[in-house]
């Protein structure tokens, strides 16, 4: 299963920004997917996830109320919605999946794409 990142770029503080990853439709349905991050010289961090039913999400502490993650089964893609964004929030985004139930760790996932960045300047 291919996962490809779109949307990154670069945004002023306080902007919005919505990263898109698209999955093969074939396996979607029974993925459930996170985004992570990833900023210079620090480890991977957990951003977002959702369930494969998509009744279930979660939330770092620091993205809770901006960022909203979503799943569209009909175009096979799980989205990012990031507004008020922050310098803090410089990082590549990457999605990842795994069968069925979401995690919080980086460990939890078995499919990575490649990335993508996101640039926030103040």
């Known amino acids: 299963v291919q996962l490809v990142e779109s949307g990154g770029g670069v945004v002023q503080a306080g902007g919005s920004l919505r990263l898109s990853c698209a999955a093969d439709?074939?396996?979607?349905?029974?993925?459930?997917f996170g985004w992570f991050r990833q900023a210079p010289g620090k480890e991977r961090e957990f951003v977002s996830a959702?369930?494969?039913?998509?009744?279930?999400?979660s939330y770092a502490d620091s993205v809770k109320d901006r960022f909203i993650i979503s799943r569209d089964k009909a175009v096979s893609t799980v989205d990012l919605q990031m507004s008020d964004l922050q310098p803090e929030d410089t990082a590549v985004y990457f999605c990842?999946?795994?069968?069925?139930?979401?995690?919080?760790?980086?460990?939890?996932?078995?499919?990575w794409g490649q990335g993508t960045q996101v640039t926030v300047s103040s």
């Open positions: 990842a999946a795994r069968l069925y139930h979401s995690g919080t760790a980086a460990e939890d996932y078995d499919l």
């Open positions: 959702i369930n494969w039913s998509g009744d279930s999400t």
């Open positions: 439709g074939r396996f979607f349905i029974n993925y459930a």
